[in-house]
């Protein structure tokens, strides 16, 4: 096994983008970077398309099995409802955040709930087909 933050080496991932094929492209540009707050750091054009690079903060990958899938639905939304991807992003406040991402029209599944692993999370539904869980860290290192 690697070391937690051994930093890059070569052949190493230095960065992980998530593509998102988005059909109302203008729809999802508004969302994710003026509503949600991701701050667009490129932006390119292409014969009759577009597209925006947004930065996220720190990616991880998650990998659960279906089981796990299936118990973190139940404990955030009480049933099953995420595909195969779901993006988790942490916020410094979900019940704030959560207001505004529904205001700018996401769907919201479920509202903020404490998990057992100590983090406060919201399940909505954004733009692009993205299921989104917001969580809040509840206990916060010193």
Known sequence: MGQ??????????????????????DEAL??????????????????GGRVSILD???????????AHAAYVDEIEVGRRVAGHIRMALQVADVVTASGRLVAGGAELLAPPIETPWRS???RLNGPA??????????DRPD
């Open 56 to 66: 996220a903060g720190r990616a991880t990958l998650e990998l659960a099995d279906p």
């Open 129 to 138: 087909g993205l299921q989104l869980t917001l969580f809040e860290e509840l």
């Open 4 to 25: 937690p933050n051994a930093g890059p080496k070569n052949g190493a991932v230095l960065e992980m983008r998530i593509v998102v094929t988005a059909p109302d492209f």
């Open 30 to 47: 508004t969302f994710y970077r003026d509503t949600l707050g991701l701050h667009e750091i490129g932006a390119f054009r292409s014969e």
């Open 120 to 122: 406060l999370n919201a």
